[in-house]
Nanobody
Framework: QVPFVESGGGLVQPGGSLRLSCVAS????????MGWYRQAPGKQRELVAT???????NVAHSVKGRFTISRDNAKNTVYLQMNSLKPEDTAVYYC?????????WGQGTQVTVSS
């Protein structure tokens, strides 16, 4: 059973914004590195951004300056704020939790950027 729930995907026009949410169980959220990955049709899954329990963040170069990852410890939730969206951001976005050799993946949420 996947220990978290993703939401927030949808259809947006180029230049628009979306915010993805991933609610995790307390034990996962407090000890795992939480992150977002994406996979576009015909492409490999790629890292978008990660955040640690100590708030260290890492953001992929392709989205730096447009996407922001953040976490709300009281709600066990990690967010991905996506601004200035481009058609090439279209993909299924997956929440990820990682600790050592243990990795969990969410079911994915579709983001489509199109006019």
């Amino acid at each position: 059973q996947v220990p978290f729930v993703e939401s927030g995907g949808g259809l947006v026009q180029p230049g628009g914004s979306l915010r993805l949410s991933c609610v995790a169980s307390g034990s996962i959220f407090s000890t795992y590195v939480m992150g977002w990955y994406r996979q576009a049709p015909g492409k490999q899954r790629e890292l978008v951004a990660t955040t640690t329990s100590s708030d260290f963040t890492n953001v992929a170069h392709s989205v730096k300056g447009r996407f922001t990852i953040s976490r709300d410890n009281a709600k066990n939730t990690v967010y991905l704020q996506m601004n200035s969206l481009k058609p090439e951001d279209t993909a299924v976005y997956y929440c990820n939790a990682r600790s050592g050799l243990t990795t969990y993946w969410g079911q994915g949420t579709q983001v489509t950027v199109s006019s």
